[in-house]
């Protein structure tokens, strides 16, 4: 059925023939997709083969406070829809952690501070949801001296608790959080925090599920600084740290697991042996099996390239590989997403060129399909790329791009359905400012909502837009 009509085609299949209806060419601001689209014709007509498309909406303001700068928002949704952003808001005097809620199929309910420590500037928030809808936020703020880690928590069907330091290390400032959290609540934080000698060293806690944090520890032993934490955590409560970590001549990518009832290994491990130059912003993620895949940009004297390893389930990390060859600009800032079926998507930005590209790994052949043009043919600056999939495996990506060559920035998306990357559209209108630090988050059942930050004259506020 199309549109809620039938449709037959004109072609007629034998009896005992294969089928298998797929969408060859996305409609333009449109993503489709086909149930039931495959099978054998065995002596009756088939009438239950279904083509459903969603579009973006309209961009809205999620805020309305213009006694500040809002900036770095962040999005998480749970398995019916309802989604939670925070973002950092200035007051004119100090900068505050806020939240509002969205509930599925309906509204954005009113923005509320989650933080109300007025020593100093709160800033960088983090978010993750559980599957009943219970979600943790943390950020990095001030108490007039240092930076220290904060959390707070949101119950599902309720109301935000009252926020809590995570870490007493009062040696210095400790910033950069991340957090992850599993569907049964168990979530681990981690980030980074300098020593009294002036190093930066991992750190992580670990929050049991519906309980209380544990305490903050350190999980990397090196001498020198260690930057940028990522975190993953499987359905079993098991989790993976990595880092950028410097070795004197270079920054290398290290890593750290977290057993579920046992805690972090003693000892790190280096995921890439290239010694050529620095390893810089990693970012790892687990699939449904409790296996992993870690990506980085890696300097090779010349110019970034996009590099992976994998891990196996209850074996070793495997040896490193290069997944992206085009070699005309450098390839940066790379996301992960991985779909129900354990396949994965790595998608990265070559800024110079105006270029987002994607690599897709089949988890059944245990290969990557090779590097593809997310973005199209464009003479334009590219960055903030960000990724989500739903279970089905449909992935959507989002970046801001300038417009013309000029300073206005605007966000875009792409769709990969079946196979193929869609044209790439525009999901906002407002050229009154930049639009950047585009968000998004897919649910299981492909709800979608994106968030940004964007420039209206003198003021910076908190959009969002959602596939309808």
């Not at 220290?148 to 210095?172: H, K, L, P, S, V």
């Not at 079946?418 to 630090?437: F, K, P, Q, R």
Request: one cysteine or more; proline letters at 3%; charged letters at 15%.
């Amino acid at each position: 059925m199309i549109g809620g009509v039938s449709f037959e085609f004109s072609t007629a299949l034998p009896d005992g023939s294969d089928y298998n209806i797929t969408v060859s060419n996305q409609p333009s601001g449109q993503n489709c997709s086909i149930a039931n689209g495959s099978g054998i014709i065995n002596g009756t007509n088939i009438d239950n083969i279904l083509l459903s498309c969603s579009s973006w909406g309209t961009a809205m303001l999620i805020e309305n406070n213009d006694t500040g700068l809002a900036s770095t928002p962040q999005i998480t949704i749970d398995t019916v829809g309802n989604a939670i952003a925070v973002w950092a808001q200035s007051d004119g005097t100090r900068t505050s952690i806020w939240t509002n809620r969205y509930t599925a199929g309906g509204t954005w309910g009113n923005p509320e501070l989650i933080e109300t420590d007025d020593a100093g500037n709160a800033v960088t928030p983090q978010i993750a949801v559980d599957g009943s809808g219970n979600a943790l936020a943390v950020w990095s703020q001030s108490d007039g001296d240092r930076n220290n880690i904060w959390a707070n928590r949101y119950t599902a069907g309720g109301a935000w608790g009252t926020a809590q330091m995570i870490e007493t290390d009062n040696a210095n400032s400790a910033t950069a959080p991340q957090i992850t959290v599993n569907d049964s609540g168990d979530a681990m934080a981690v980030w980074q925090q300098i020593d009294g000698s002036g190093i930066s060293n991992i750190w992580a806690n670990h929050y049991a599920s519906a309980s209380t944090w544990g305490t903050a520890e350190t999980i990397e032993f090196n001498t020198r600084d260690a930057i940028t934490p990522q975190v993953t955590m499987d359905t079993n409560g098991n989790a993976i740290a990595i880092w950028s970590q410097d070795d004197s001549f270079r920054f290398n990518i290290q890593t750290n697991r977290y057993t579920a009832g046992s805690g972090w290994n003693p000892y790190t491990q280096l995921l890439e042996s290239i010694q050529a130059g620095s390893a810089e912003t990693p970012q790892v993620a687990f699939d449904s099996a409790g296996n992993a895949i870690a990506a980085w940009s890696h300097y090779d004297g010349s110019r970034y390239s996009i590099w992976t390893n994998r891990y196996t389930a209850g074996a070793p990390w495997s040896i490193e590989k290069l997944i992206e060859n085009h070699d005309i600009s450098d390839a940066r800032a790379p996301q992960i997403i991985t779909d129900a079926n354990n396949n994965a998507q790595v998608i990265w930005t070559h800024a110079a060129e105006g270029a987002i590209r994607a690599n897709h790994y089949t988890a059944a052949t245990d290969s990557w399909e090779g590097d593809v043009l997310v973005s199209g043919d464009i003479s334009e600056i590219t960055n903030g790329v960000q990724a989500a999939t739903d279970s089905s495996g449909n992935a959507i990506v989002l970046w801001s791009q300038t417009s013309g060559g000029g300073a206005q920035m605007d966000i875009w998306v792409s769709h990969y359905v079946t196979g193929n990357w869609s044209t790439a559209i525009l999901i906002e209108s407002d050229s009154t400012g930049a639009a950047v630090n585009p968000q998004i988050a897919t649910g299981s059942n492909g709800d979608t909502i994106a968030v940004w930050s964007q420039m209206n004259g003198s003021m910076e506020n908190i959009w969002f837009n959602r596939v309808e």
